[in-house]
């Protein structure tokens, strides 16, 4: 890690103060410094805003109504927005909130309901996705000075306040306390209690919870102190400055591991920050990535100052470590990332195909402008392919004259069918040929030969066919039916599908005991020695519903 003093490009900037409070917006390319004590012994509610990339200073005009100037306010990063809440203006504490919209830099003063916080300075706050925490601080009554551990929070969306009662052991009555978030959680650092006491006490609120518990730290652990900064960067919290009982100022630098609960005093090289409290600060990341910016500050004389300092800590996000260590696998790890890379990319048929070359099944999916009218996805062994489309199992379990048999699990439940074909085809038909049902009403098909073997007015021949190529289902709200004479056994289950309205014409299958609603099928011919022992791949937008009767 590493001190910088910021040189700034010609001059300006919101001069000595301290009390105030700096916000980094657009990814730290910008800074707003809103507020504070100082230039001219006066309290500010001028906005200033400092260009990271150009390092120039600029006071932008302001629209809407101002906040009251102040110092020890809480200012938060909503988005774009800029919450503040609170403060004093020398002579009382203040609870009044205004946003700051940084894209038009313009003041709101929104309206607010609930239970308001009371007034108070020295406060911290923190977001939890779109809930804003209040935690502690100073207020007054009857010229009284009065500590808090009160908890509020601020609906961002709808703009009501709340007061809340977290269970376990809260921390005690604080003020120039700091706090920070991470992974929905709020920590609580130090400050100064109602005894003038200094602390380095640690407690977290878990606000999915709402439980208080202390962090037992370990390692180099924190001095006492008030009036410090933290800063969170991931779960790594940096502390700077502050003061103490003897009225000593810090100007160290101690990291929090939150995750662990480890304290940790670094050493920066290079020349930093004086001794100071009550300082502003925020991180620069990604713009400046991994950087601290620490701007102002009282001095042990009660002297506002006005420099700012870069601290390089050379930590990145999670997010990018990961890419980092990527970067470093061995040969043979990034070879398989790259297999699965091009595995993604392939087609959905291929990658269907991928893995099952010595299974029993052979696995083919529907042409791609095929539409099925099924409400109901369809598939067996959920086997899913890169390009996210589900997939499900038929298998054929037994085969007769006119048709197979076929069996699948949907919702867990084993269902079964009957697929049959009607069209003559024989034995010498070349494989690329189909084989589908047509519904006739009659059983007559046209031009299509007697079947010797069987009590049925058309050619019947034995589907061998391993692969289904298409799949189309009947319209069962028609009259029409096929009677199928030849002997068929094992018919348990029906397969339906609500139709649209351009279906064709219902089919039925009648035997001894029940009927059974029959798709209309397409069976695209392989071999004619393949076994007929062999199941489907559906895609689930082209799968058509199998429902048990």
Not at 177 to 182: A, E, G, K, R, T
Not at 467 to 489: H, L, Y
Not at 494 to 514: C, R
Request: aromatic letters at 8%; hydrophobic letters at 30%; a negative charge.
């Amino acid at each position: 890690m590493r001190w910088e003093r910021v040189g700034v490009h010609g001059g300006g900037g919101p001069g000595k103060r301290w009390g105030h409070t700096c916000n980094s917006v657009f990814g730290g390319k910008l800074l707003y410094v809103f507020g504070g004590y100082g230039k001219d012994n006066r309290h500010s509610n001028k906005v200033h805003v400092f260009d990271t990339v150009n390092r120039m200073w600029s006071e932008p005009v302001m629209k809407g109504a101002l906040p009251t100037p102040r110092d020890s306010h809480s200012c938060t990063n909503i988005g774009d927005n800029l919450f503040v809440f609170g403060g004093t203006n020398g002579r009382e504490p203040l609870n009044d909130l205004h946003i700051l919209d940084t894209s038009s830099n313009t003041w709101i003063s929104p309206s607010l309901r609930g239970d308001c916080p009371n007034p108070r300075e020295g406060h911290s706050a923190a977001l939890i996705g779109k809930r804003l925490f209040i935690f502690g601080g100073c207020g007054k009554y009857d010229d009284t000075e009065i500590y808090y551990d009160d908890v509020y929070v601020l609906n961002t969306e709808t703009f009501v306040w709340k007061c809340i009662v977290p269970s376990g052991t809260p921390p005690c009555k604080r003020e120039s306390h700091s706090c920070s978030s991470w992974n929905n959680k709020i920590i609580i650092i130090g400050g100064e209690d109602t005894s003038s006491f200094y602390l380095s006490d640690v407690h977290i609120l878990d606000t999915d919870t709402l439980v208080w518990c202390k962090l037992n730290t370990t390692g180099q652990n924190l001095p006492p102190r008030a009036g410090h900064t933290t800063i969170a960067f991931g779960k790594n919290l940096f502390v700077f400055g502050g003061f103490a009982n003897d009225q000593s100022l810090f100007n160290d630098v101690y990291v929090l591991d939150v995750a662990s609960g480890t304290w940790t005093e670094v050493m920066p090289t290079g020349e930093g920050p004086s001794a100071r409290f009550s300082v502003a600060g925020d991180c620069l990341d990604p713009h400046l990535g991994g950087a601290l910016v620490f701007i102002g500050g009282c001095d042990n004389n009660l002297q506002p100052l006005e420099d700012m300092y870069y601290l390089y800590t050379g930590l990145v996000r999670e997010a990018e470590r990961d890419e980092r260590r990527i970067e470093k696998l061995s040969l043979r790890k990034q070879l398989k990332l790259k297999c699965q890379e091009q595995q993604a990319l392939a087609s959905p048929y291929d990658n269907a195909l991928v893995g099952f070359e010595n299974n029993a099944y052979v696995h083919h999916q529907l042409p791609l402008n095929y539409t099925q009218p099924s409400r109901q996805n369809i598939y067996l062994n959920e086997y899913q392919t890169p390009l996210g489309k589900k997939t499900f199992q038929a298998k054929v379990t037994k085969s007769f004259p006119d048709g197979y048999t076929i069996e699948t699990v949907i919702d867990g439940k084993p269902l079964r069918g009957v697929l049959f074909s009607n069209k003559p085809r024989p034995e010498q038909t070349p494989c690329n040929d189909s084989i589908r049902i047509r519904n006739t009403g009659s059983g007559e098909t046209g031009n299509e030969k007697p079947n010797n073997d069987h009590n049925s007015d058309r050619e019947i021949t034995r589907p061998t066919e391993t692969n289904v190529n298409n799949f189309q289902q009947a319209d069962v709200s028609g009259g029409k039916s096929i009677r199928n004479e030849a002997p068929v056994r094992d018919v348990t289950a029906e397969m339906k599908s609500p139709s649209p309205s351009n279906a064709s014409p219902a089919q039925e299958i009648h035997d001894a005991s029940k009927s059974s609603v029959v798709p209309d099928v397409n069976l695209e011919s392989s071999r004619a020695s393949d076994p007929v022992d062999c199941g489907t791949r559906i895609s689930k937008e082209n799968a058509s519903a199998i429902n048990e009767s």
